[in-house]
């Protein structure tokens, strides 16, 4: 099996990768799309042109015939979901409409050439000059100081356990495009869930840890992310940031709400008593991070379709807090911008029903000139201003080594 140095020299930089430093995942680069699918503010379009029907309707329709002529089970669709996708799956709730762009609410492709690749893929072709400028950084402390105080008033009132609150940097970057920037910093994250999506409109660079879904021969699995703390290069010292992280009560506190509430979305899909909790409270070190994660699995009922699993479980309950309506309601009145990609999904789905998609946290956007890279974390009534402040800044240390 080539590796993606190889595939680049013979086909060009791909449109698409699906990537991953697991050693257990397979690995995609994709050339081209022969069709396209998107949801934005104005409707729903189908090759560019608007179509008169309910989303839900024509996605499941269009991916049964992706489906059929995908000839060999390697993907029939490549594609993500918008945080403000939420808006259509919970379109009882009256989200705040206003301050959102015509940024997709999702997209999905039908790939056109797809070509496996082997892990051991350093692209060299990169520019050791390559840097990125912020344009705009997350809010001051003191006035994210101000936002956690307006969370623990909706906390007190009972209202909610937790609270996701994010921001975003926006930034600049002189590489020669997208793929540039994305290779450079696949080599210094190593991405787990990593994706790059390559349109006329935008590009999406996910260096995402975080899994939303994953479902194989009708088994399911999403792995909450949910507990932070620094890494370190002196081994001594990161241990002792993990053994901070695994004997924080508040921090497993934390992460067992979240446990607990994907727990209930899975049982909305899988048959009666298959939802088992697996590595309850595992730290993981990353790259440049530590984390707790868990695993949930179950088993799917029979008739279950991919829609009605986003459906289920979309956003994943990590970005927005518990109970989940509530906290996006609360999410709509405090964040001032739309999220736009950035803790929403991005995955793909097989001919035969497997899927697998992220939470694209870690993720930038490079879309109206300028790249996106949104941060957050979940709040709850004993976070420290200061510490949730400075959590914030480590979760963009992927990029620090090419800020100037």
């Known amino acids: 099996m080539q590796n993606l140095d190889e595939l680049i020299q013979t086909h060009g930089e791909p449109d698409i990768l699906i990537d991953s430093f697991n050693k257990d995942e397979k690995r995609y680069a994709i050339w081209g799309y022969a069709e396209s699918l998107y949801l934005n503010r104005e409707g729903v379009y189908h090759n560019g042109k608007l179509v008169d029907e309910d989303f839900s309707n024509i996605f499941r329709n269009i991916l049964k015939r992706w489906k059929k002529e995908q000839k060999n089970n390697q993907i029939a669709t490549v594609g993500f979901l918008s945080y403000e996708f939420k808006d259509y799956i919970y379109n ?8 959102n762009n015509n940024f997709p609410l999702c997209w999905f492709c039908k790939p056109k050439k797809i070509i496996e690749y082997s892990l051991n893929s350093n692209y ?5 000059e390559l840097c990125l400028e912020v344009l705009k950084d997350i809010i001051p402390l003191e006035k994210y100081k101000l936002k956690i ?15 996701n609150f994010t921001d975003k940097k926006l930034l600049r970057s002189n590489a020669n495009n997208s793929f540039e920037l994305y290779s450079k910093l696949r080599l210094l994250a190593k991405p787990l869930e990593g994706i790059f999506i390559k349109n006329s409109d935008f590009d999406i660079l996910s260096l995402s840890p975080e899994s939303l879904v994953k479902v194989k021969n009708g088994k399911i699995e999403t792995s909450p992310i949910k507990g932070t703390r620094p890494y370190s290069k002196d081994t001594k010292v990161n241990e002792k940031f993990k053994n901070q992280l695994q004997n924080s009560e508040k921090d497993k506190a934390e992460h067992l709400m979240i446990v607990d509430l994907l727990r209930n979305d899975l049982g909305k899909i899988c048959k009666m008593n298959s939802i088992k909790v697996e590595e309850l409270y595992h730290i993981k070190t990353f790259k440049t991070i530590n984390h707790m994660v868990s695993k949930i699995i179950g088993k799917l009922n029979s008739n279950v379709d991919e829609f009605e699993i986003i459906k289920a479980l979309f ?5 927005t807090g518990a109970p989940k309506e509530s906290a996006m309601k609360i999410i709509d009145a405090i964040e001032s911008k739309p999220r736009n990609i950035y803790t929403g999904s991005i995955g793909y ?10 939470i694209s946290i870690r993720t930038l956007l490079n879309y109206k000139n300028q790249y996106e890279y949104g941060i957050g ?22 990029l620090s080594s090419l800020i100037k």
Do not use: C, R, T
Request: aromatic share 10%; glycine share 10%.
């Open 349 to 358: 789905i097989k001919p035969n029903g497997d899927m697998s998609f992220n």
């Open 149 to 163: 105080n307006e969370i623990k008033n909706y906390l007190k009132s009972g209202d909610v356990y937790q609270i």
């Open 315 to 319: 956003p994943g309950g990590s970005i």
């Open 92 to 99: 009882h709730i009256d989200f705040n409409k206003d301050k």
């Open 377 to 398: 974390g979940g709040i709850v009534w004993d976070s420290d201003e200061n510490d949730e402040w400075n959590e914030a800044q480590h979760k963009s240390k992927i």
């Open 124 to 128: 060299n072709n990169i520019n050791d």
